[in-house]
């Protein structure tokens, strides 16, 4: 499951990658930028080469359900119901 969080940018521009989520990045690392629509994506520049193609097609389809949802149409599922449907995707 993706693990979510809010930051903020500076007025310098810089944003604080929470700390829980930086996993392996450390300072210094070089980090591709991905902008799709309104979707930033945030890579290592290490693992750009092989897992570009993939990343790319998660913003195309990041920024496709969010226009499928800016346009209302979308399922909406009660707490419960959200959580019954995930078990069953995550058992495929």
């Given amino acids: 499951m993706a693990n979510i969080s809010i930051t903020k940018m500076s007025s310098k521009g810089q ?6 989520m930086r996993g392996d990045i450390k300072e210094g690392d070089k980090l591709l ?6 979707q ?7 693992n ?3 897992q570009l193609k ?17 346009e209302g149409r979308y399922t909406s599922y009660t707490e419960e119901e959200f ?5 069953e995707w995550s058992k495929r």
Wanted: aromatic fraction near 6%.
């Fill in 83 to 87: 959580f019954k449907k995930l078990r």
């Fill in 15 to 20: 944003v604080v990658i929470p700390a829980d």
């Fill in 33 to 38: 930028v991905i902008k799709s629509g309104n």
């Fill in 48 to 50: 750009m080469d092989k």
């Fill in 54 to 70: 993939e990343d790319l097609e998660f913003a195309r389809r990041t920024e496709k359900a969010w226009k499928e949802i800016d």
């Fill in 40 to 46: 930033i994506i945030l890579k290592k520049a290490s």
